[in-house]
């Protein structure tokens, strides 16, 4: 356990001067943040507080989130329970406050601020999008295991500083709190998970016990599904998730098996363009193998000894991110690493009633296919399922030989909560549930599954295409991976550098349309031919479409805070399934103008005549 545990009652006072957290039902001090310097300070509450102010009931501080004019409180205001580990409740957050600490201005003047506006918005977005979990007891971000192995290293911790910084999603604006050195604020600092967690108690035998499977995604190289393929030089990969399956009996004897899934390591993306199939693009890198080298190391030094299982297609579309990696793998030639090879003798973690260590996990099946979602699912599952029998054989709850097959109501039950589990993975990274869960729900592909997964690929592909730019700006406001400096930081949100020709293709094709479909219902009040008018409009919606098609990349929503024309535009050694669009002269401006925080240079238009703001930032 951490040296202590977060204050689990807290109350919020708002003032013009001040905001209070008070922890009440505690003699500990309250947190109080100053409006007008932002200073951290630990004081008594003002005593006409209370016959003035009526306080707000809050379930814990998120931190302190930086925008381009000022500083912002994220709070939780809304939780549901998940049940309980140990003893110790688990909590999803269900609703949030994001408060300016500035004092200088309203909300509402800072909300007419256009571009604090768009930030905002996107910090809303990712809020109530995502699955936030957290507990005031329970280390959310660690599993079981590391948990026992440090103990006796956290009796001198505060919660955040044992956590595991990998999973600790509000890290980055928890940073102000954590830098305060004149004050403790351990109490008040709460890491949180973004993942799932579902906690059912069942019975096989007539044993009751907890069933529980939760997961953690990494905040490194976090985002959606297209804008965060492979690696960074960092050994980060995308969509990295841990899962981790716990068995605890009504005596507390408890087991639990980990696994770890994460986009191929390798530099490489499939770039959207439009088409159902974005182009195949593998960078062939000086630096990919150190990378890998640095991902794999990282892997041993935390889980043991590393299984790769890549679920990727040896033929088609996938081959050439499926050889690369294998070729890597092999140059990297790393010995704790077996590549499409299972051990069976390093299996789970397993802790007695007493507390005794009887068995550790010394090892993890990393799973991958392309977006480590709907393959990697059945996979993982199925692995569960191996191991769980024997977790529950080692805890005395199945005899030698008996599975959990055998027990209906069970298997109904494990089935979903993997599928659920798959749902939720896959929703955070690609915006709609996993495909292939009729499979893990009932053990056979069905009907209503492939119509199901049909639907879902449709959305997938609009939502990949045409609504996730925004979607990634949020993931890396959120987590640091795009800090505003200012006003002009963001103006690339507002500015689109297309010329005006290509920004107005959409609109003349969906106006030839239009002008077809009309022509076809409209009543007619001559006898004249339209036979022209036709051919005119159907000329014009096939010329555009052609030319949308051709430069489908130039109209995909791709994030605006961290741009990836380095990806888009990769011209280097590897391997691309279609030729790579040249670089728009325009953006060579425009990227120049970014960085001197300038962007009216490069618009056929003057964007200074665009209102965007005059207010100079706090701090």
């Not at 980055?172 to 906690?199: E, K, N, W």
């Not at 730019?469 to 507002?494: E, K, N």
């Not at 052609?546 to 280097?572: C, F, K, M, Q, T």
Request: proline share 4%.
């Amino acid at each position: 356990m951490a040296k202590y545990t977060l204050h689990n009652k807290l109350q919020l006072w708002a003032s013009d001067d001040e905001y209070v957290i008070e922890p009440y039902g505690s003699e500990d001090l309250p947190l109080t943040i100053n409006r007008h310097t932002g200073e951290l300070t630990l004081a008594p509450l003002a005593a006409n507080y209370r016959v003035f102010l009526s306080p707000t009931q809050i379930y814990g501080v998120m931190g302190i989130l930086r925008l381009s004019t000022t500083d912002f409180l994220v709070v939780i205001t809304g939780r549901v329970s998940k049940g309980k580990i140990l003893g110790q409740e688990l909590f999803q957050a269900t609703d949030f406050k994001v408060l300016p600490i500035s004092s200088g201005a309203t909300t509402a003047q800072i909300l007419a601020h256009p571009i604090e506006q768009h930030l905002l918005a996107l910090v809303h977005s990712h809020l109530y999008s995502s699955t936030f979990i957290f507990s005031y007891e329970w280390d959310v971000t660690r599993r079981m295991q590391a948990q026992v192995i440090a103990q006796n290293d956290d009796a001198a911790k505060t919660p955040w500083q044992a956590a595991d910084l990998r999973f600790f999603w509000n890290y980055h604006i928890s940073l102000r709190l954590m830098q305060q050195t004149a004050v403790d604020l351990g109490r008040f600092i709460m890491p949180i998970a973004y993942g799932s967690c579902d906690i059912q108690y069942t019975q096989i035998n007539g044993q009751r016990f907890q069933f529980i499977l939760l997961s953690r995604r990494s905040r490194f190289r976090a985002g959606t599904r297209y804008f965060t393929r492979g690696i960074d030089v960092e050994g980060q990969v995308g969509n990295y998730n841990e899962t981790e399956q716990i068995v605890v009996t009504e005596n507390n004897s408890k087991t639990a098996f980990v696994q770890t899934r994460g986009s191929i390591p390798l530099f490489w993306a499939e770039v959207n363009n439009l088409r159902y199939l974005p182009d195949m693009q593998v960078m062939e890198r000086p630096d990919a193998i150190p990378a890998l080298k640095l991902h794999l190391e990282e892997q041993i030094s935390l889980y043991g000894s590393q299984t790769l299982v890549n679920l990727v297609n040896s033929k088609g579309h996938e081959q050439q991110v499926k050889e690369a990696y294998e070729r890597n793998v092999k140059l990297a030639a790393i010995p704790s690493v077996q590549y499409h090879h299972f051990d069976f003798h390093k299996d789970f973690f397993h802790v007695t009633a007493a507390g005794g260590v009887q068995k550790w996990q010394l090892g993890v099946v990393r799973t991958n296919c392309m977006d480590n979602l709907d393959r990697t699912n059945v996979v993982q599952s199925a692995l569960a399922k191996w191991s769980l029998n024997r977790q529950l054989r080692a805890l005395g709850i199945l005899s030698d030989g008996e599975t959990v097959d055998q027990h209906d109501s069970f298997i109904v039950l494990f089935r979903n909560m993997w599928a659920d589990h798959a749902d939720a993975i896959s929703k955070a990274y690609s915006g709609t549930g996993a495909l292939k869960t009729d499979f893990t729900r009932t053990g056979k592909r069905t009907k209503r599954g492939n119509l199901q997964d049909g639907l879902n690929s449709a959305i997938r592909y609009v939502k990949n295409n045409y609504f996730d730019g925004p979607r990634q700006d949020a993931f890396d406001l959120f987590t640091g991976a795009w800090v505003p400096r200012g006003p002009s930081s963001a103006f690339a949100l507002f500015f689109d550098p297309r010329p005006l020709h290509t920004r107005a293709m959409p609109y003349i094709f969906s106006f030839a349309i239009f002008m077809v479909l009309a022509g076809l219902t409209l009543p007619r009040s001559s006898d004249y031919s339209l036979q022209y008018f036709f051919v005119f409009w159907i000329l014009v919606a096939t010329a555009t479409y052609a030319y949308i098609r051709a430069h489908g990349v130039e109209y995909v929503s791709w994030p605006r805070l961290r741009r990836l024309d380095e990806v888009i535009y990769y011209n280097g050694p590897g391997f691309r399934s279609r030729k790579a669009p040249k670089r728009p002269s325009y953006l060579e401006a425009a990227t120049s103008a970014a960085q001197r925080g300038r962007l009216t240079s490069v618009r056929p238009y003057h964007l200074d005549e665009v209102e965007m703001g005059t207010k100079k930032r706090t701090e």
